[in-house]
């Protein structure tokens, strides 16, 4: 149980364009998920916290616009990187609190931006 | 912000224990200690979990000191598979509000043959 997916787990896109990222609990309801970037041999960077029917919050240092979350229902959440650069080119993992052993996360999306 | 400190790297004898440590100093009184993995390009693998007793499950064992500043993980049995960066992290827990869970730099476990 407490399975979380994540789409796509790959996406190249132009820079300048959007892309989207969605993540699924799919077999639990999470009120609350949570978004993180990863550079190469480096940490998991909590990037914002994701709450159903409101607004999601921001850590310090990363912009809200340019990383639009939405957390329509108690399964979905998504993460749409706007304009997305070559910097943005990182790996983007999700995650939703389960409310058993803690926290389920997606198994990671690579985004390269060209 | 990370309230933990493990070591950067460890090696490990394929088919023996490998214990990895981690400081939390800082911890309160309800706050659990949890234990992920991560695999090269993959999303965190959940161990293990506990609040101040020691713990085991089919993947580890959790030893909490009585103070609870710092924990021990282990594998009983390494194998090759185990080769993975593992993170210990200080929150909330399970059934709580859902405060943010961060990660520190976590340790570089290489199991070797």
């Known amino acids: 149980g407490a399975v979380v997916s994540q789409h796509p787990s790959w996406v190249i896109c132009k820079s300048g364009t959007s892309v989207k990222i969605e993540c699924r609990s799919l077999?639990?309801?999470?009120?609350?998920m949570f978004w993180y970037r990863q550079f190469p041999k480096q940490s998991l960077m909590l990037m914002a916290t994701?709450?159903?029917?409101?607004?999601?919050?921001?850590e310090q240092g990363v912009e809200k616009d340019k990383f639009l979350i939405n957390h329509a229902s108690l399964t979905l959440s998504t993460l749409t990187v706007t304009s997305a650069h070559p910097e943005d080119s990182s790996f983007y993992i999700c995650?939703?609190?389960?409310?058993?052993?803690?926290?389920?996360f997606g198994s990671g999306t690579r985004l390269t931006v060209v | 912000d990370a309230k933990t400190t493990q070591p950067p790297s460890m090696d490990c004898a394929e088919g023996r224990a490998a214990n990895l440590p981690c400081n939390h100093s800082?911890?309160?009184?309800?706050?659990?200690v949890y234990w992920y993995r991560q695999i090269h390009s993959q999303g965190p693998q959940y161990i293990i979990h506990?609040?101040?007793n020691n713990e085991t499950n089919e993947m580890a064992s959790l030893i909490i000191t009585e103070d609870r500043k710092s924990s021990t993980l282990i594998l009983p049995h390494a194998t090759l598979r185990d080769t993975a960066v593992y993170y210990c992290?200080?929150?909330?827990?399970?059934?709580?509000?859902?405060?943010?869970?961060?990660f520190g730099t976590g340790t570089s476990l290489t199991v070797i043959p």
């Open positions: 995650s939703a609190r389960n409310g058993v052993s803690g926290y389920t």
């Open positions: 077999d639990f309801q999470a009120t609350t």
């Open positions: 994701s709450n159903e029917g409101s607004k999601a919050t921001y």
């Open positions: 506990g609040l101040k």
């Open positions: 800082t911890i309160s009184g309800n706050e659990y």
């Open positions: 992290i200080v929150s909330d827990p399970p059934l709580g509000t859902g405060n943010q869970f961060y």
